[in-house]
């Protein structure tokens, strides 16, 4: 017999924190089952570039996660760092697949950017105006004597 309280992952006996898409699943499996799901996201949205926004059914599943996300960090149960650091990250992914969907907004309003590298070209248009940051190590170089 299945404990009703413990993960539904076969052989892990840890006790259920949330559930996703319908699965009883302990903190570890949580993170991890949700990293699975973005990364396909991710990576099935790099193949066809053409149609770059994820579908209604991805967007269903990234909302969901995110708000099991919030539901956690909002419980009064203790993390650690390294669980909190993933929460997080976690949420702000699902923020981005959130985000890419619907109406293209006009630019001149970044939606939540972590750095990764799809945004890179975005980033580099917005930060033209101002270029004062300084951590943009450009491997390609821009080929000098624009300026002057
Ligand atoms: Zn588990």
């Given amino acids: ?56 059914d991805q967007i269903k599943i990234a909302d969901e996660c995110a708000r099991k996300t919030l539901d956690i960090c909002m419980s009064k149960m203790l993390l650690n760092n390294l669980e909190r650091a993933r929460l997080l990250d976690i949420l702000l992914w699902c923020g981005d697949v959130v985000n890419s ?30 270029s004062s940051s300084g951590t943009s190590s450009s491997g390609t170089s821009t080929s000098g004597t624009s300026g002057y």
């Fill in 101 to 130: 969907w619907g109406p293209k907004k006009p630019a001149g309003r970044p939606a939540l950017q972590h750095g990764r590298n799809e945004q890179a070209s975005l980033r580099r248009r917005i930060s033209g105006g101002t």
């Fill in 1 to 56: 017999m299945r404990d009703p309280e413990s993960c539904d992952r076969r052989g892990c006996s840890r006790p259920v924190t949330t559930t996703l898409c319908e699965e009883a699943l302990c903190l570890d499996h949580f993170c991890s089952r949700s990293y699975e799901m973005l990364n396909a996201m991710d990576r099935r949205n790099r193949l066809n570039a053409a149609s770059h926004s994820p579908t209604a």
